[in-house]
């Protein structure tokens, strides 16, 4: 077929034709001037020809989709493959320019990273405490603020699983609209507790005792079987839960003192009627957004993530930083591969080498459990344009903005730092949030680039999506439009807007999973060690 018959192409809503060349920048996405690929902002046929800004004129070989990559020039072999100004992976064959780069001719590969602690350190220019924004928030009596105001049944087996739910059930809207001031009774069930080593209760009791001195909890009950390894005297002793350390009484339940499920489900229902009252009492009141610790969350991502939602998010994380407050990094799988961004900013080689230490134990952690780090990727990730960990890496991090990182935490450890901070969490969500909330998080801020419709109790989940079809085809589940970056507005204007958001949320507007009621099966605290 002759070029001049082909059908126009349509972009941005303009049409281009094949036998004129169009200006790279019209069709594709390109991060950093020397970057191997460029990103298909819409899907571009086999012909198209399109101008470099060097002036060069490439050919488009074959179809690609939306958020996959063009290559930009020849690659050989075994070269280096550049996106972000950093190594995404390897060819695997020889790549044409352009040509389609994913699965078929890009791998992971050895890299040989220059690690250089605090070399591009940009120390805060700090908001003046008097212009400094505030949130209505929910102070509690150790200074803490609390976005949310939430009754918590903690399970400490999944034994006792079922018991909380039935206590839940006896407590219904009509009894719950009795006390305005209180978001709900969450049930926190899982499926551990019991036949496991010192490592898994000792990461499944942070959790729990996370949860139980959470902010957004006003009052809470352990439920557990009462012979399981996660007993609850020690959970209280060694997490610090008893009475004088904690301005919350460790109330305790177990079905084995109370004469089985029947008993201790009365006995349960008594004691939450008797806590009620006295949750609802608190009142939300100005506090300065300095007390909000973000959680920082990417799922189901896509090409665009590190082209909009991230870098947006990264904005957003930036301000509440420079008003005092603090992000949490996660998901440490999917900063392999781009660490070295991250140690560029660390406060001290200390820090740099707390989060070397992680990455060193999950190349460990993998190898045992017959996995590589390059399983994550996921297939959804594939689809939306993502090849390598290294690529979905480099991505991932922008939701950590420029800041400083001033401390490396362990799973579900408590936050004590304030800027920019990473938790050692796996890069599965549920997993991941469980641990950043455990540690203190308050609100947390969800990208996604395939849709991921996710929600967490006790904290408010936002959700942005990295681009426009995604947000109109789940509106019901999107709170925010990065995509619409890709149509000329700033990724800073969206970092904004994701900030009004949270400051709007953190005030007691209802996101979108929130207004759908989900969040609670998300608590999935990280199962480490041996199942017995």
Known sequence: MDKRSQPRLQIQGRAFSHDKPIDLQEAAVLLQAGDDVAIARLPLSRGLVLRLPD????????????????????????????????????????????????????????????????????????????????????????????????????????????????????????????????????????????????????????????????????????????????????????????????????????????????????????????????????????????????????????????????????????ELIRQGGTAVLSETPEIYGAEHVLLRRARSQEVGEKLLARLRWWEQYVAINDMEMDNNPSPGNKLGGLTTIYEKSLGAIAKGGSSPLNAVYQYAEPIAERGLVVMDTPGYDPVSVTGQVAGGANIVVFTTGRGSCFGFKPAPSIKVATNTPLYENMRNDMDLNAGAILEGVSAEEIGRQILEEVIAVASGKKSKSEAQDIGEEEFAPWILGATM
């Open 55 to 318: 002036g060069r004129l490439l050919e488009v070989g074959q179809r690609i989709q939306a958020g996959h990559k063009l290559a930009l020039r020849g690659i050989a072999q075994g070269q280096p493959v550049l996106r972000y100004g950093s190594i995404i992976g390897f060819a695997t064959q020889t790549i044409a320019a352009g040509s389609h780069v994913h699965t078929h001719n890009l791998a992971v590969g050895t890299l040989h990273q220059q690690y250089t602690y605090g070399s591009e350190l940009r120390l805060v220019d700090p908001v003046p405490l008097h212009q400094r924004r505030t949130f209505l928030g929910y102070k509690r009596p150790d200074g803490r603020v609390g976005t949310r105001n939430y009754l918590a049944l903690i399970g400490t087996v999944n034994c006792s699983a079922s018991t909380i739910r039935a206590i839940q059930k006896r407590f219904g809207p009509e009894i719950l609209r009795r006390y305005p001031q209180i978001d709900g009774i969450i049930g926190l069930t899982h499926k551990s507790g019991c036949a496991m080593g010192r490592q898994g209760i000792n990461t499944l009791q942070r959790v729990l005792a996370g949860m139980a001195s959470h902010p957004n909890v006003g009052a809470y009950l352990l439920v557990g079987l009462g012979c399981e390894s996660n007993q609850i005297p020690n959970l209280i002793n060694e997490m610090g839960l008893s009475a004088g350390r904690q301005w919350k009484e460790p109330l305790s339940l177990t079905l084995q003192e109370h004469e089985g499920v029947a008993q201790t489900v009365e006995e349960g229902v008594r004691l939450i009627s008797e806590l009620l009252p006295r949750v609802n009492e608190v009142r939300r009141e100005p506090v300065p957004i300095s007390e909000l610790t973000l959680a920082l969350q990417c799922g189901g991502s896509d090409g665009w993530s590190g082209v909009t939602a991230n870098p947006a998010l990264g904005y957003c994380a930036d």
